[in-house]
């Protein structure tokens, strides 16, 4: 249904009317024009986002600071999971020369371009990426180097594997060739402030 919120026009009155009905006539007419515009004031406001919108899109401080090495902690942004992750250098010399991988280089844009390197990041120790796979958006969870599980190789440098289809990503989260997931894992905007505390969701560049 289509609400149409045009101010009505203002009758003519007929030539000849009585000049106390003409009176009338024209009040009333003002009077509908004024309710109408009453009407339609609070039902353009309602259009307004709400405050739990605005907070959804909002940008997010954290201190990784005190995340120790090979810790993954977990802050939501936007309604999605981002991993915040401390490497140890063990884990950046595994990067380097990683075999086997779909988009080593991350040419496809899944990154901003200050992270569009080996470690995906700002800073090597610190991976910041958005933990859901790219294939049908579930969960990975992290699997470190030497675990028995079954759906990784023996020779795992330690990584992220996606329990629903069988994808996985390695620590800077690149996805390995043919496995369902098309990318890698998503690098949202990001930027260390002053104090050292991570604001994710935007940076210096204006990207949100």
Same mark, same amino acid.
């Given at each position: 249904m289509t609400i149409d919120h045009t101010l009505p026009l203002p009758v003519q009155p007929a030539e000849g009317m009585d000049p106390e ?12 024009? =004024? #309710?109408?515009?009453?009407? #339609? ?11 739990r919108a605005k907070a959804l899109g909002a940008s997010v401080n954290m201190n990784p600071a005190d995340i120790a090495p090979g810790e =993954?902690?977990? @802050? ?7 991993? @915040? ?7 950046? #010399? ?9 988009? $080593? #280089? ?5 990154? +901003? $371009? ?9 800073? $090597?120790?610190?991976?910041?990426? =958005? ?18 599980? +079954?759906? @990784? ?26 496995? $369902? ?24 560049s204006g990207a949100a």
């Amino acid at each position: 249904m289509t609400i149409d919120h045009t101010l009505p026009l203002p009758v003519q009155p007929a030539e000849g009317m009585d000049p106390e009905r003409r009176t009338w006539l024209l009040a009333t007419t003002a009077l509908g024009a =004024v #309710a109408t515009v009453g009407v #339609a004031i609070p039902l353009v406001s309602s259009f307004a986002p709400s405050e739990r919108a605005k907070a959804l899109g909002a940008s997010v401080n954290m201190n990784p600071a005190d995340i120790a090495p090979g810790e =993954v902690r977990v @802050v939501e942004w936007r309604g999605q999971p981002v991993w @915040v992750m401390r490497r140890t250098p063990e884990m950046l #010399a595994d990067l380097e020369g990683m075999e086997g991988l779909t988009d $080593p #280089a991350s040419k496809v844009r899944q990154q +901003p $371009p200050y992270a569009t390197n080996t470690h995906r990041s700002i800073k $090597p120790e610190l991976l910041v990426t =958005v933990g859901i796979c790219t294939h049908l958006g579930c969960s990975p969870v992290t699997v470190p180097e030497g675990s028995n599980n +079954p759906s @990784v190789p023996a020779d795992w440098k330690g990584g992220f594997f996606c329990p629903c289809h069988g994808s996985t990503f390695d620590l800077a989260g690149r996805v390995f060739k043919n496995k $369902p997931a098309p990318t890698n894992l998503v690098v949202p905007p990001h930027q260390y402030l002053a104090d050292g505390s991570l604001l994710i969701g935007e940076d210096d560049s204006g990207a949100a």
